[in-house]
């Protein structure tokens, strides 16, 4: 039975902005948190963010599993700057 809700992503990819303009991309379960260790002291973030804080949340889009997540942030991370930017211009 289906109740007429759409179930949320379990998955996200998304893009952050560097404090030196450079974009990361990545995949989680949970953007808020994960946004928050990118920024944070601990070495939860990501290598590549550590260097360039604070970062800052342009893009996010669901994902219904890991393997999606996954697929779209390769086919992401393959697009050129402009075309990433475009992205997140037409997501908000």
Known sequence: M???HAR???WWVYMLRCADGSLYTG???DVSRRV?????DARLGAR?????RPVQLVYAEGAVDRAAAARREAAIKRLDR???LA???AAG
Do not use: D, Q
């Not at 590549?48 to 360039?52: D, E, F, G, H, V």
């Open 2 to 4: 289906t109740t007429g």
């Open 8 to 10: 949320p992503p379990a």
């Open 82 to 84: 402009t075309r990433k």
């Open 87 to 89: 992205l997140c211009a």
């Open 36 to 40: 928050a260790e990118h920024n944070g």
């Open 27 to 29: 995949i989680t379960t």
């Open 48 to 52: 590549y963010t550590r260097a360039r």
